[in-house]
């Protein structure tokens, strides 16, 4: 099980890495014209490599036939590890040294999208409720829990929805 997990994990690291690594080398580094396009690679591409939580399941379902529910979340969610630490100290990579800027330009680019679509009202409120958000961006240990969370939350979901297939499938062929 344990050789399963490592090889999923890193091809999971390696697809979420290099779908990162692939946008840069095409598009070059995000800017307030592309932000959103960039936001749904970013999206893609976690989707993609957490493709191989299934994959694993599958993996550990075709050699030993049998096994739990739990058994199935754990493989997925052990799977879903990887690409979260990674996704997660890539973040803090970016942030500090690739791109040091990006957070006071996104920040930028998403208060003039505020501004032109909230009466002036609802603005200040979501331009405080947002600069209170963006605060939390300034601590490396913040950057990393949350895109590792963005990664391993949806880890998660991939893993319960594969657990229960397999689950599913593997109670009725036995």
Known sequence: M???????GLISVA????IQL??????????SSNFDRD?????????AC???????IREYVLLYSKGSFLKYLGIGAAISLFPSMAFG???VVY?????????KEYGDYQIEKLK???????????????????????????????????????????????ALYFQLKTSKNG
């Open 89 to 91: 100290a890539y973040s």
């Open 2 to 8: 344990k050789n399963i997990v490592f090889k999923n």
């Open 116 to 162: 032109s679509t909230l009466p002036a009202d609802e603005f200040e409120v979501a331009k405080s409720q947002f600069m209170e958000e963006m605060a939390l961006w300034d601590s490396v240990s913040s950057q990393f829990i949350i895109m590792f969370l963005t990664v391993f939350v949806i880890g998660l979901i991939i893993s319960t929805l594969s």
């Open 50 to 56: 957490l493709l191989f939580v299934f994959f694993g």
């Open 39 to 47: 936001e749904i690679i970013g999206y893609i591409s976690i989707v």
């Open 95 to 103: 942030y500090k040294w690739i791109n040091p800027n990006f957070l």
């Open 22 to 31: 692939i946008t840069y080398l095409v598009y070059g580094l995000p800017n």
């Open 15 to 18: 697809i979420i890495m290099g």
